[in-house]
Every structure is written in C-alpha cells, then in structure tokens.
C-alpha cells in the first residue's frame, strides 16, 4: 500500500463546474497536508496547505482535511480549462514529503 | 522573487557514463531535497539536506551521491548511469529547521535527463 492514495482519473468536469480531488494516506503521525499542480514536463507548483482538521478556502480552492479518517481533500470551484493538469497530493510528518501518484484534471471549454 | 534554481534543464548522457546535477535554493532555505520522478510517475524522493549534512535518504541507487556544500547549494552525482535513470530530477528546499513539518516545499523547473 502506497503512503498516499489517490485516484489517478482523469477527472472531467465542464467549465465553471467544481471539481473535487480526494487523497487518503496511512501514516497517522503525518502533520502537514499540501496540495501541489503540476503541468507535463513542469516542476509541482504549491496551491494549497493545511494542518489542521476542518476547511481552509483560498480563492477558488478549498481544502479539507479529518484526520480521524486520514483523509485531504481539495475542491476547485468555477473550474477553468487552465486548471487542467495533475494534481499531487503530498503529505509530510517530519521531514521528506511524500507525493502521490496524483490526479489528472481534465476541464473541458 | 528568487526561485530555486537548477543547472543543466536538459542532459543527455549515455549508459555507464557520469553526470552531475547542480541545485541553488531560494535565498536563506537551509533545506534541500531532491525527488526523481519518472514518466507519468510521482515524484520519489531520493534524499535531502539540512545545513548541509543529510538529514534524510529514500529511494537513492547506491551509484548516486549528493551533498550540500557551505553556500546551500547541492549537487547530485549519478554514476554509471543505467537507461532507467531517465526521469525529471527535481531539486526542492525550504526554511526553517529542516524539522519542521509545515515549512513548504518550493521546486525548480528540474533537470530532464536521458541516458541512451
């Protein structure tokens, strides 16, 4: 079993459509939760991050975390065809960050 | 605002030969991590640093070495390279203690490399 899971889709949702990207991970000691976009061929690009159990919105995205149920999730509201790309959940206890395999977002015009 | 920075974009070596991948992090991160990541691949992490002593190690082939050096920059060395070394090489770094576990992560554009 991989550290952090996710599906790897495509996900394919319409323009202006929210599109909904879910990751769980298996350490429990893990303690800091970050949402990276990656463009083919490009370096992973911080959007988003989250310590702490609840929601933490920041423009067009949100991310959600329950650690009970080891569980991160991030949501894009008004999806743009520019936010096509995968997006890798990573996850860290105390020192390496450890990706997943991540998700491919498909928003179509 | 300075980015972490890293030299060659493009490499292309062929099977046993050597190469060298060089990493300049954002002013003032004491921390430096480097991740292989393969085509339609995660990124896996291979080791990292902190003030310039290895603070962590992964995935990394016995025939690769990395340090970092007294101005924070590191450089991987890959030895007798193998067709399956080809991947995007990353280097990222961050601030703080190295320990700290919500100190972000900042990557370069990364190093392609084909070994043929």
């Known amino acids: 079993q991989k550290e952090v899971e996710q599906n790897s889709g495509p996900l394919s949702v319409p323009e202006g459509a929210i599109a909904s990207l879910n990751c769980t991970y298996s350490?429990?000691?893990?303690?800091?939760f970050f949402w990276y976009r990656q463009y083919s061929g490009k370096s992973p690009e911080l959007i988003m991050s989250i310590y702490s159990n609840g929601d933490k919105e920041d423009g067009r995205f949100t991310a959600q975390l329950n650690k009970a149920s080891q569980y991160v999730s991030l949501l894009i509201r008004d999806s743009q065809p520019s936010d096509s790309a995968t997006y890798l959940c990573?996850?860290?206890?105390?020192?390496?960050?450890?990706f997943g395999t991540g998700t491919r977002l498909l928003v179509s015009p | 605002a300075a980015g972490v920075i890293q030299s060659p974009r493009h490499l292309i070596k062929e099977k046993r030969e050597t190469a060298t991948l060089k990493c300049y992090p954002i002013p003032r991160h004491d921390t430096v991590y480097w991740y292989q990541q393969g085509p339609g691949q995660d990124p896996q992490f291979l080791i990292s640093f902190y003030e310039k002593m290895q603070s962590d190690k992964g995935s990394i082939p016995d025939r690769f070495s990395a340090q970092q050096f007294s101005d924070y920059h590191s450089e991987l060395n890959m030895s007798s390279l193998e067709l399956g070394d080809s991947a995007l090489y990353f280097c990222?770094?961050?601030?703080?203690?190295?320990?700290?576990?919500?100190?972000?992560?900042?990557f370069g554009s990364g190093t392609q490399l084909s070994v043929l």
């Open positions: 990222a770094s961050s601030l703080g203690l190295g320990h700290a576990p919500n100190e972000k992560l900042f």
């Open positions: 350490d429990r000691v893990s303690q800091s």
């Open positions: 990573a996850v860290r206890g105390f020192q390496k960050l450890v």
